[in-house]
């Protein structure tokens, strides 16, 4: 007997979907959801700023872990976080879903009713998409983008190729709440005191958009959004931009409910080496990364935790209060390994 | 033991499908692949025009049928499709792979050659990307254009809902050839003489980005690309218009191969409900669909299958030589059935 996803079929499935996307649906634009692509009008002098990223279940989710409609709002959120880190405006999301076998349709509603929940909370729209069936639930989504009129601004991006020596190093929020938040999950302890920041954190993270577009206003040009871990993205700024980072463990902002529940080391390694937090770091001049984080620019605060060195270019050292270097359990997230 | 794709890592292998895509990779553009995301200059007074598809080993494709290099080109020409249909000049891809556990090293060096192959083919180029490991290879490209100026067109789009009682209903090049060459080589027949003009169809399909431009140019307004099937995509057309389609059998174009290799019935079945020809369908004035024959751009020749009818609203007719109604074996394409 056919499920009702297979009775409902691609068309109606899809209707469905954008329905239930409510105001998420870019319904206004020149060419709404429902032809062969969406379009819409580009401000003159802007440049376009782009993104593109898969998250599959067992590899980005499970579905032990987290819902459908969790796995929406970490892909939208995934996306605009990379658009954030290049200081970019977020315009509009493509949203392809490839749907697992077992899926059910009210798996489908939660799926869409997290996006719009991601999408209200970042002030982006959908504008198109599409939908298949696979053996493997896989959410695609492309955010599009606005730089700052090029005109206006010296440098219209942060870039990950822009750190210099003295600069200083900073990263907003917290980090390594997701991981320490998927480890509470794993381990059956969501009802302790506590325990919801970090898996929110995990479930239900937020990208930086504000504070993209405020740095690049404060005049720096150098940032990207720690996605991979906090080291592992130092290391690409750090082979970026041919420069060597060092980092200060005491620095680094963590979580009090990740040191509380897992303990200081545990939260330390999930904060150097956990990804997915959608956190930017930023490097530049100390005085104007320590202005940011008095603006507090939608609400989040900016930690200066290391500095830019001419030494060991392309590597990131973390000392820890006694200055040895250490040597965190894992160094990062890489989806191949 | 790990697999050298393990060995080699995420950014490894990134840096390695860079390397291979040669000029298909957008390297002179504001912000180029290696950057949280792509920037390029919009040109000014221009919409954007996007769109996103997701193609899925065993759904979209089967290793059987078509190599990983195949799927690749296939990828890019069903999104540069979408642009067409739109009467849109493509620009920049990104592109999202979900490499499946069992994808070697070799195959992933012949996804990029056919993914550059396409985009030369296509004049496209790719800005960005993401790879992550899956239980099922998953190909997703966003594929990102831009319209004629805006002031300069009074109908800056193909749509699906400018069909008109009155028009006629053209198709471009051929139909049913991508399905029919998924049967020979299924059938272990591609050594067959005419064979090969089937099996490229199915394996390496060509979108119709000149005569979608062409089309907006001579005043056309109506039209989409043939990708779930002839009838199902003029049902879409019927749909998003209100009007009812007829079209005649026997004036839908079919490669003669297909007739001489599996007979004309089913030539004609997989022409009325075979999908991804990817070629346009159009419906307007008749002599503005002659004259875009007569000057067959790009060397595609244009047919004048049907007519649009106030009758019988969302609803697609095909009529048989003897007048009859006719009633293919399959009406298309549905991802969820």
Redesign the interface.
Known sequence: MPTP??E????S?IDRIVQRLGVAAARNI??PP?????????E?????????????E???WRLDTMTLGDAGWRAVAANV???A??G?TPD?L??????GIDVTLDEVDDLAEGMLQACLAHHVRI??????????T?I?I??????AP?SEVPQ??????EAKPGDRVAVSGTVGASRAGLEIIEALREGEPGAEVLTRAHRRPRARVQLGQEALRAGLTCG??VSDGLMQDLGHIAR?SGVGIEVAAAAVPIEQAAVDLLGADIALDYALGGGEDFELVLTGPGDVLKRLDQAATGGTPVSLIGRVVAEHPGEVIVFSDEGQPYEPTRRGW????
Chains 1, 2 share one sequence.
């Open positions: 996803l297979e409902l079929g691609e068309f499935l020149l060419v429902g032809d062969d692509g969406a379009a819409w009008r580009v003159d002098g802007c440049a376009a700023v782009a993104t593109i990223d898969m998250l599959t067992g590899n980005h976080s990379d658009l880190a290049m970019a509009y493509l949203v392809g879903i490839a749907l504008a198109g998409g599409d939908i298949v069936r696979s053996n493997t896989t695609s492309a955010a599009y983008g606005h730089s090029l219209p991006f942060l870039r990950r190729s990207m959004d970026a890489d989806q191949l390994r």
